[in-house]
């Protein structure tokens, strides 16, 4: 038995305005996934680079492989009703350059992430379905027992 989950998010449609991807637990399928603009960066580009390229609250985070933190409370969502089930804690990436403050939470349409992911059903042009009930089950079946059975949680964006 592996001390890690690993999540991956497969970007396959970018589009001028968002990026749907694939979301895999564990290397299984979960659902979709949707992001900002992907504008090519990635991790080990120097920062400079990075600030250069960056449309503040458009673009996806840099390819790469970061650890998710689930011990953040979010003051913006912890009243939503997908948060405050769980205490308001929202899965936070570690580490991304030049980016702070990226979750996994759902939303329907890129404008309304600021570099974050989301997971669900990509049922309509350039936005998800059922994000809510993706976010809560991710949470409830594979992020929380994780997280409880003392795993690390990374996630690779490719």
Not at 47 to 63: L, Y
């Amino acid at each position: 038995m592996s001390n890690t989950l690993e999540l991956t998010l497969e970007r396959r449609w970018p589009k001028a305005d968002y990026t749907v991807g694939v979301f895999y637990i564990d290397g299984k399928r979960f659902g979709e996934s949707l992001e900002d603009t992907d504008r090519g960066l990635t991790s080990d580009m120097p920062i400079n680079k990075i600030r250069r390229i960056k449309v503040f609250g458009k673009t996806a985070i840099p390819k790469g492989r970061y650890k998710v933190d689930m011990h953040t409370v979010s003051p913006k969502f912890k009243n939503r009703v997908w948060a405050k089930k769980y205490g308001g804690i929202v899965p936070r990436l570690i580490g991304v350059p030049c980016y702070s403050g990226v979750l996994l939470h759902p939303f329907n349409y890129a404008d309304q992430s600021e570099g974050c992911i989301a997971t669900g059903e990509n049922k309509v042009k350039g936005g998800l379905v059922k994000a809510a009930e993706y976010h809560m089950r991710l949470m409830e079946d594979y992020l929380i027992p994780a997280d409880l059975a003392g795993k690390e949680i990374w996630i690779t964006v490719k």
